[in-house]
């Protein structure tokens, strides 16, 4: 069975940094891309970056917002994926999910598993 | 504001028939395929629809999808109290070169 379980979350001062984790389970993570998205208080969902699989050598892409703050990283052999965050804005609260995003073969992609999400507060 | 445009509520009552639209352009709907995904308050998203109009196994087939041209469509038949929640859709903008989602939708089956 295919489990994300996120980490890490918590209250942080504007300027701060936070490391989130997720634990993945059920699946060999080398083989996909794994997403961040995170939600605002009360708002929609909004992506933040990604680390794409193996045969693509764990490139990584970031959405302009938190571009140059944020750093996705992953280890394999603990199976665990990372959101260094740095530099944080109170715009960054929000609940982050843990996404795993799978290829269709047709050339879809999606997000087929979510974390149950760890919520960050940034507040002085 | 975002990038794909959703009507932010819709009301029906339970056994109806409801859809939900989601605008886009030619450089994420237009070209690139369309998911869909439910969130039950107070939880994570659930993936509904992918690759446009396909289920993953588990999902209801009165839940349904369609893509024409730059726009999306999520379909719900046989309206349950159960299926109270906010939907979003979500694509590719090849233009940003990032995963957009809509706005969300909230359906009230009352």
């Known amino acids: 069975e295919v489990q994300l379980v996120e980490s890490g979350g918590g209250a942080v001062q504007p300027g701060g940094s936070l490391r989130l984790s997720c634990a993945a389970s059920?699946?060999?993570?080398?083989?996909?891309?794994m997403d961040w998205v995170r939600q605002a208080p009360g708002k929609g969902l909004e992506w933040v970056g990604r680390t794409r699989n193996k045969a693509k050598s764990y490139t990584t892409e970031y959405a302009a917002s938190v571009k140059g703050r944020f750093t996705i990283s992953r280890d394999n052999s603990e199976n665990s994926l990372y959101l260094q965050m740095n530099s944080l804005k109170t715009e960054d609260t929000a609940v982050y999910y843990c996404?795993?995003?799978?290829?269709?073969?047709?050339?879809?992609?999606?997000?087929?598993?979510w974390g149950q999400g760890t919520l960050v507060t940034v507040s002085s | 504001q975002s990038v794909l445009t959703q009507p932010p509520s819709l009301s029906a009552s339970p056994g109806q028939k409801v859809t939900i639209s989601c605008s886009g352009s030619s450089s994420n709907i237009g070209n690139n395929y369309v998911s869909w995904y439910q969130q039950l308050p107070g939880t994570a998203p659930k993936l509904l629809i992918y690759?446009?109009?396909r289920r993953p196994s588990g999902i209801p087939d009165r839940f349904s999808g369609s893509r024409s041209d730059t726009s999306a469509t999520l379909g719900i038949t046989g309206l349950q109290t159960g299926d109270e929640a906010d939907y979003y859709c979500e694509t590719w903008d090849s233009s940003l070169n990032v995963v957009v989602f809509g706005g969300g939708t909230k359906l009230t089956v009352l």
């Open positions: 996404t795993r995003r799978t290829s269709s073969g047709d050339g879809g992609y999606y997000f087929d598993y």
């Open positions: 059920g699946f060999t993570l080398s083989d996909h891309y």
């Open positions: 690759d446009n109009d």
